[in-house]
T-cell receptor, first 113, second 111 residues
Framework: KAGVTQTPRYLIKTRGQQVTLSCSPI?????VSWYQQTPGQGLQFLFE???????NKGNFPGRFSGRQFSNSRSEMNVSTLELGDSALYLC????????????FGQGTRLTVV | QQQVKQSPQSLIVQKGGISIINCAYE??????FPWYQQFPGKGPALLIA?????SEKKEGRFTISFNKSAKQFSLHIMDSQPGDSATYFC??????????FGAGTRLFVKA
């Protein structure tokens, strides 16, 4: 069974640009959550999608958005990038989210210069 | 109220010793408490999880102790090995499908 796949693994962008990250969950999993991981703030919840609907979101500005497709693949977009957006972005998939085991991808390392 | 406080920030243990990491929460709506292990360059991996209707759960060398009244839970790693050296995160979630993570504990097991 393939694991959670995140692409790209590494990304360098310039301030003001926008970026789209992709996450393919484990086959059969319908919930995808996104997290931002930084040394200073730890793992912070961005949002969670289930069956193409956002069910919950964290305390991030509107520049951070996401979506989920009918095949459960998810993308997150960050517009007008700031230096502080440099982080490891992780997605996690689970069968139904919340109370079940979540499997994380290896993350996308975003560097904003 | 949504925070999960984790301590210590870092921990050094001798091989064969017991590693203990503690977490505390405020929100009594949390009803699922997983622990994750993360190695450098990898995403977190679920280690063990507990629900508040039990006070202890053991899987191999890893044990979660849960104190519902004190709103605290802890991870014990028995017979710690150098391969256990990693960052450990406690977490808590509710039916709202939102998981809150602790700040992480960097464990180093000395050979």
């Amino acid at each position: 069974k393939a694991g959670v796949t995140q692409t790209p693994r590494y990304l360098i962008k310039t301030r003001g640009q926008q970026v789209t990250l992709s996450c393919s969950p484990i086959s059969g999993h319908r919930s995808v959550s996104w997290y931002q991981q930084t040394p200073g703030q730890g793992l912070q919840f961005l949002f969670e999608y289930f069956s193409e609907t956002q069910r919950n979101k964290g305390n991030f500005p509107g520049r951070f958005s996401g979506r989920q497709f009918s095949n459960s693949r998810s993308e997150m977009n960050v517009s007008t990038l700031e230096l502080g957006d440099s982080a490891l972005y992780l997605c996690a998939s689970s069968l139904d989210g919340g109370k079940g085991e979540a499997f994380f991808g290896q993350g996308t390392r975003l560097t904003v210069v | 109220q949504q925070q999960v406080k984790q301590s210590p920030q870092s921990l050094i243990v001798q091989k064969g010793g017991i590693s203990i990491i503690n977490c505390a929460y405020e929100n009594t709506a949390f009803d699922y408490f997983p622990w994750y292990q993360q190695f450098p360059g990898k995403g977190p991996a679920l280690l063990i999880a507990i629900r508040p209707d039990v006070s202890e759960k053991k899987e191999g060398r890893f044990t979660i102790s849960f104190n519902k009244s004190a709103k605290q839970f802890s991870l014990h790693i028995m017979d710690s090995q150098p391969g256990d050296s990693a960052t450990y995160f406690c977490a808590a979630s509710t039916g709202g499908f939102k998981t809150i993570f602790g700040a992480g504990t960097r464990l180093f097991v000395k050979a």
